[in-house]
DNA sequence: AACGCGCCCTGTCCGC
DNA sequence: TGCGGACAGGGCGCGT
């Protein structure tokens, strides 16, 4: 579910109130969220106060007193939500861990599919396991120069380039999709095909629709939810995503669905043809 | 080595 | 109404 937009929208909603907390308990309710055992996870989470809230590609970065990390990965339904006051209605159904934080706050984990995780990492562990992520697609590293160098360097179909993390972190299905149609991009391009000029549209499109779709809080498909949660509001602004059948904004032409790598790619066939 | 595929899991929707 | 199949924002591990 949640991409770069959904991601940084948590991100700054936690980022105020989160900060100064301390996690006074965790419980966890679905041991399979972690990658150790959930004894070892609470206690090395317990009375550590809480730094700073960040993101890095799709994961939200909680650092602790300590240096170390708490990463939070959402997979496709995961939701992080932050409760201001101690909570009288019923735990959510698809509740995995609840942190409980000082001042009477809480921060709960909620995942119905359960192909989130939560990760402790050590902050030389973090250093190292942030170098084999991509660069951000906001970042001032990426340029030009360094995409369109990135990409002769694979033959992989364009759709697959942009959803591998270790190429450039943050985007996901639907913003590819949505990218690749602002360029005129096949999605089944092979990403050392591209020209220049191409390269230059597609990093330009990724750009543009990231920073639109924060803007509108993300995109609410089913499950996605903002920290206070709340849905996203870009749903109504995606050109092809989800629309096959419907008319290309730009050409009326029928939008396509096609199924590559066991995910769906939408686009124009017309103003994204296959052979330029 | 890089790439493509199957699978992890639950819920919803659609056609029969 | 019930039931099987397809599909959903991600990412890992395997085989080639």
């Given at each position: 579910m949640p991409e770069l937009p959904e991601v940084e929208t948590i991100v700054r909603q936690l980022a105020e109130p989160l900060p100064g907390k301390r996690i006074l308990d965790v419980s966890v309710h679905r041991a399979d969220l972690l990658r150790?055992?959930?004894?070892?996870?609470?206690t090395g989470l317990q009375d550590q106060?809480?730094?700073?809230?960040?993101?890095?590609?799709?994961?939200?970065?909680?650092?602790?007193?300590?240096?170390?990390?708490?990463?939070?990965?959402?997979?496709?339904?995961?939701?992080?939500?932050?409760?201001?006051?101690?909570?009288?209605?019923?735990?959510?159904?698809?509740?995995?861990?609840?942190?409980?934080?000082?001042?009477?706050?809480?921060?709960?984990?909620?995942?119905?599919?359960?192909?989130?995780?939560?990760?402790?990492y050590s902050r030389t562990d973090w250093?190292?396991?942030?170098?084999?992520?991509?660069?951000e697609p906001l970042g001032r590293w990426l340029n030009e120069p360094r995409f369109f160098a990135a990409l002769s360097t694979s033959r992989a179909p364009i759709r697959s380039w942009l959803l591998d993390q270790t190429r450039v972190s943050?985007?996901?299905?639907?913003?590819?999709?949505?990218?690749?149609?602002?360029?005129?991009?096949?999605?089944?391009?092979?990403?050392?095909?591209?020209t220049t000029d191409e390269s230059k549209a597609l990093l330009k499109g990724i750009r543009k629709v990231l920073r639109e779709a924060i803007r509108a809080q993300g995109t609410t498909l089913r499950d996605y939810r903002t920290a206070s949660g709340d849905r996203g509001g870009f749903g109504p602004a995606l050109h092809v995503y989800g629309r096959a059948g419907q008319e290309c904004p730009n050409c009326k032409a029928?939008?396509?669905?096609?199924?590559?790598?066991?995910?769906?790619?939408?686009?124009?066939?017309?103003?994204?043809?296959?052979?330029?």
């Open positions: 150790e055992p959930a004894q070892a996870f609470s106060e809480i730094l700073a809230v960040t993101r890095r590609g799709k994961n939200i970065l909680l650092t602790l007193a300590d240096e170390s990390h708490l990463l939070v990965n959402l997979g496709m339904t995961g939701q992080l939500l932050f409760r201001p006051e101690e909570p009288l209605d019923d735990p959510p159904t698809h509740l995995g861990v609840r942190f409980l934080l000082s001042q009477g706050c809480s921060l709960l984990y909620v995942d119905i599919r359960r192909f989130g995780h939560l990760l402790r250093a190292k396991e942030t170098t084999r992520l991509g660069p943050g985007v996901g299905n639907i913003y590819a999709a949505e990218a690749l149609f602002r360029a005129g991009v096949h999605p089944r391009r092979r990403a050392n095909t591209l029928a939008i396509e669905r096609i199924v590559f790598a066991n995910r769906s790619a939408f686009f124009c066939p017309h103003c994204q043809p296959e052979t330029p």
